[in-house]
């Protein structure tokens, strides 16, 4: 598999490393409770197919970058900064 | 039919016409008691557990495939009880000893073989975390012993003690590990189960489950609508999907873990060697093939195939330990969807949905399992209470903090087991 990393261009698998869902861009207050908590942590919608997850160009830039891909496949759809994304749904 | 050293024999000498088919392929009735979702392993040892030691045979287990299709088919068949944590150490002994007599309860060969399996360690510091990991086991009532280099060495001479990565200190050797044939675990326990009047209905996909006021009334199918009173759900690498048509979210991702084998070849290793510092383990299976794997790829994925770089970085350390393996072909890799929790361990519970249960997040060590989850689910789904072994398993220790399962000690996230 290669990702595109938007900084650095399309790279081998092995420069990633990968978080997880980008659910990880959503991180509740501290106070938002057990439930919000549970949700953003550990509860997954885990689709078989496309999903969006954040990687990190680890042996590269180091930029943070969330993923569009499909989980069947393997095929990628797109890849964006994490902090544009993040700019993006403020 | 009863298999026997006579049936043998008498077929044997009569063409093989006498053997008749496993089980049956009966057409759903309208309504069980329970419905089991997914014919994995786990699921056709629920089934039989429910039959055989709960008294209740108006079960159903409804595979959108076939019989050993899944991961339970897929899986390098290690069997072993070397669990550390309190709850996960009682559970895999239990499920170990239930090992120990499957065959005769099932008359059924599944080629279990407790040849013995190694864990390498390789520092002063890990000789001591083996040291204590085999003292648990050994106060569980199960075996270990600690063996230092000349010993693994009078078992295992052809590794490669002296290598510059990670030098051989030593193994935790577990005799009464070992492994068994994947397939003939689904079909002993598909038999069993058929035999007492379980319904096992193949090709037949769940694709709704039905709810009214909070409690669940039966499943929509390939097949048809189909009632029940209590619904289990054991789709492994699946759950997710599962149990989204009860509008539950699980803490699951799915992974994919992928294994190797070699052409066949003479008998060479006769233990399981595990190599946790290079993430790989190896066994040789009773074809001859050298079977072997090691670590997830470490994305969510359902391809049921892996990534060039988890293979290469596999094969390297394969490699190092065993340098023998390098003379070997190798003929298949392949892959099987894992349904990992965020602390690595296994999910046995009810939900808060009546009369709906689920038994996943077994990650990449449910082969093992197989016996004691199906024997603890059926319990659970049959008295509405956890089964002694089986109680840690819970579904909200995540959301609560309380009593997380983390055998490995790397913390309880989901990139992280
Ligand atoms: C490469 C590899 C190596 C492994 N090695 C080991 C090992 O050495 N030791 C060990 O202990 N474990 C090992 N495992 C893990 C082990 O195989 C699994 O944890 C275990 O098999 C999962 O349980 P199961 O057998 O019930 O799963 P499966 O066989 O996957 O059963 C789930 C079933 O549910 C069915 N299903 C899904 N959705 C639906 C639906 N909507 N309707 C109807 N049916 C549905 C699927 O078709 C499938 O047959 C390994 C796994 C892999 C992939
Ligand atoms: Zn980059």
Known sequence: ?90 | MRFSAWQVLKNGLTGNKGWTPHWRSPEPKKEYDIIIIGGGGHGLSTAYHLAAVYGNANVAVLEKGYIGGGNVGRNTTIVRANYFLDGNSQFYSHSLKLWEKMEGDLNFNAMHSQRGIINLFHSDGQRDAAARRGNMMISQGDDAILLDREGVREQVPFLDFEQTRFPIYGGLYHKRGGTARHDAVAWGYARGADQRGVDIIQNCEVTGIDIENGAVTGVQTTKGPIKAKKVGMVAAGRSGQVAAMAGMRLPIESNILQAFVTEGLKPCLDHVVTYGMGHFYISQSDKGGLVFGGDLDFYASYASRGNLSTAEHVIEAGMALMPMIGKAKMLRSWGGIMDMTPDGSPIIDKTDIDGLYVDCGWNYGGFKAVPASGDCFAHLLATGRPHDVAKKFRLDRFRTGVDILDEEGKGSQHNLH
């Open chain 1, 1 to 90: 598999m290669r990702l595109t990393c938007p900084l650095c261009g399309e790279r081998d698998r092995r420069e990633f490393y990968y978080k997880g869902d980008a659910i990880a861009l959503n991180r509740p207050a501290p106070d938002a409770g057990t439930d919000a908590w549970d949700d953003y942590l550990y509860l997954r919608d885990n689709p078989a197919g496309v999903t969006k997850d954040l990687w990190q160009h680890e042996l590269g830039c180091s930029a943070w970058i969330v993923v569009e891909r499909n989980t069947v496949t393997h095929e990628v759809l797109s890849t964006a900064l994490a902090s544009d994304v993040k700019k993006a749904t403020k």
